[in-house]
């Protein structure tokens, strides 16, 4: 089992930065692949990003891809999502999620913990 909070969320204009984290508690950390999802209103949550358990393998979403970068500190027991260019359809409510295996995946039902979610809201 593992506890998973995310924080970092907040109003910032179209064009600035975020850095989300998300600290783990309960198990061994450097056992899960920890992933970013995301889910605006209306719509699925969708897939953001994704960091292997030592943080050698990362993927991303095309809609993310050269904006974020996605990092973790296995000693902290956190994952990190920076945000750098953010645009207003980035707006959404952003989970981390772990994954107890040696995949990456990056669908939703691969997950087996997920946090409680933080607020990005991107004003134009």
């Known amino acids: 089992q593992v506890q998973l909070v995310e924080s970092g969320g907040r109003l910032v204009q179209a064009g600035g930065s975020l850095r989300l984290s998300c600290a783990a508690s309960?198990?061994?950390?450097?056992?899960?692949?920890m992933g970013w999802f995301r889910q605006a209103p209306g719509k699925e949550r969708e897939f953001v990003s994704v960091?292997?358990?030592?943080?050698?393998?990362?993927y991303f979403s095309d809609s993310v891809k050269g904006r974020f970068t996605i990092s973790r500190d296995n000693a902290k027991n956190t994952v990190y999502l920076q945000m750098n260019s953010l645009k207003p359809e980035d707006t959404a409510v952003y989970y981390c999620a772990a994954n107890a295996g040696l995949s990456v995946p990056t669908t939703a039902d691969r997950y087996n913990y997920w946090g409680q979610g933080t607020q990005v809201t991107v004003s134009s």
């Open positions: 960091i292997s358990r030592s943080g050698g393998s990362t």
């Open positions: 309960g198990r061994t950390f450097s056992i899960y692949s």
